[in-house]
């Protein structure tokens, strides 16, 4: 928590490393059967996903069954947070909300498809968190860049800018301030949705496969994207049942 509080990011191990590894295990039947895999062991198909050759029509109907199938099951979620419950707790407090959709975003080597520096929020919440759980081991440029508090603040002022100078410094500034965190295998970052942050061409031979999940406290104040419309309410506190009870029942 200290980390949290001192950067506005943390990397957390696994309370319970064994329900990411059954995540792991489900996605991996789930492909297999859907790209009619055979013989292929489990750290293969993760770490060589990009060796298959699979053609790119192929690759976007599996993403978006892969897509439904995580959304649809609902331990997924439950499955996730429960590996870093204590933590998440700690900074979202007892009643959260969640975003609606669970996607795992497989990242190819030399994949060219990757977002510029920015901040989540104010498009998302500022009183929102992203957990990002990779699948695999990342390291080097399989992980995710991230400035601290202190850098994002005294960089801001250069996002979004078109001139290549301001730029170029930009990418310098991310290089030398930068952390690229080290994150095996059942560790997750957590950091606040206004840092800035960006996830660097993969050039590493090995897929890298990460959930980013948002999460908030149920009753903070929202971003552009409405509760309902992105989010669903993943917890409540006794509390807040009952006062939700009192209500239905209009005393
Ligand atoms: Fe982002």
């Known amino acids: ?14 309370e319970k490393i064994e ?29 060589n996903f990009h060796k298959l050759k699979i053609s790119k029509l192929r690759l976007n109907k599996y993403r ?11 331990s997924f979620k439950k499955n996730i947070y429960d590996s870093y419950s204590q933590i ?10 969640i975003q609606k959709s669970l996607n795992v975003v497989i990242h190819q ?6 977002s510029p520096l920015h901040r989540d929020a104010p498009e998302n919440s500022p009183y929102e968190i992203v957990l990002w759980v990779p699948l695999v081991d990342c390291y080097n440029t399989k992980s995710i860049y991230l400035l601290d508090k202190k850098n994002t603040d005294a960089n801001l002022k250069y996002l979004d ?4 100078k ?3 410094y930009l990418n310098r ?24 942050h960006t996830v660097p061409k993969n050039l590493e031979n090995e897929t890298r496969w990460t959930f980013n999940i948002r999460l908030k406290n149920l009753f903070s104040p929202y971003g552009r994207k409405g509760f309902l419309d992105y989010h669903e309410v993943f917890k409540k506190s006794h509390l807040t049942k009952l006062g939700l009870d009192f209500e239905k029942k209009k005393y």
């Not at 080597?109 to 990757?114: C, G, K, S």
């Not at 500034?173 to 800035?196: D, E, R, S, Y």
């Open 64 to 74: 978006l069954k892969l897509l439904k199938f995580l959304t649809s099951n609902v």
């Open 88 to 97: 998440l707790t700690k900074i979202l407090g007892p009643d959260v909300a």
């Open 109 to 114: 080597p030399d994949n060219m498809e990757i």
């Open 1 to 14: 928590m200290k980390n949290f509080i001192k950067n506005s990011f943390i990397l957390v191990d696994a």
């Open 19 to 47: 329900l990411l590894a059954e995540l792991k295990k489900d996605i991996y039947f789930f492909s297999c059967k859907e790209l009619s895999l055979k013989k292929i062991s489990i750290d293969y198909f993760y770490k």
């Open 161 to 164: 800018n078109k001139n290549k």
């Open 166 to 168: 301001i730029n170029n």
């Open 173 to 196: 500034i991310l290089k030398t301030k930068g952390k690229l965190p080290n994150i095996k295998f059942g560790q997750a970052v957590i950091f606040w949705a206004g840092l800035l």
